[in-house]
Nanobody, 125 residues
Framework: QVQLVESGGGLVQAGGSLKLSCVASGFDLDGNAVGWFHQAPGKTRDGVSFISSAGGSAVYATAVKGRFTISRDLAKSTVYLEMNNLQPEDTGVYYC??????????????????WGQGTQVTVSS
């Protein structure tokens, strides 16, 4: 049974940093696509960053490139999203995602099978 459990959200001032964690169980991170989506208040869930199932390369949405870093610890079965220079528009719920059949990665939310419960990030100006 696949489970994704996020943690690490919180309240931070603009310019600050947070590191989100997603503990995965029921499957191996190696060789499977994982990543993070962001849902701002009143908006749709948008892709933030992913680790491709093909080779484990990292990809980022334009809005976060250079500020966010995705990584994984295979031994701990954990995916991380380190977020620096946070801005008020980064406020929202961050969801960890995984898919066991995806080739590569996808920014389309409908392509992902497994979702965590989400963790709230609030950035004050």
């Amino acid at each position: 049974q696949v489970q994704l459990v996020e943690s690490g959200g919180g309240l931070v001032q603009a310019g600050g940093s947070l590191k989100l964690s997603c503990v995965a169980s029921g499957f191996d991170l190696d060789g499977n696509a994982v990543g993070w989506f962001h849902q701002a208040p009143g908006k749709t869930r948008d892709g933030v960053s992913f680790i491709s199932s093909a080779g484990g390369s990292a990809v980022y949405a334009t809005a976060v490139k250079g500020r966010f870093t995705i990584s994984r610890d295979l031994a701990k079965s954990t995916v991380y999203l380190e977020m620096n220079n946070l801005q008020p528009e980064d406020t929202g719920v961050y969801y960890c995602v995984a898919d066991l059949e995806m080739l590569g990665y996808s920014f389309y939310r409908g392509a992902w099978t497994y979702w965590g419960q989400g963790t709230q990030v609030t950035v004050s100006s």
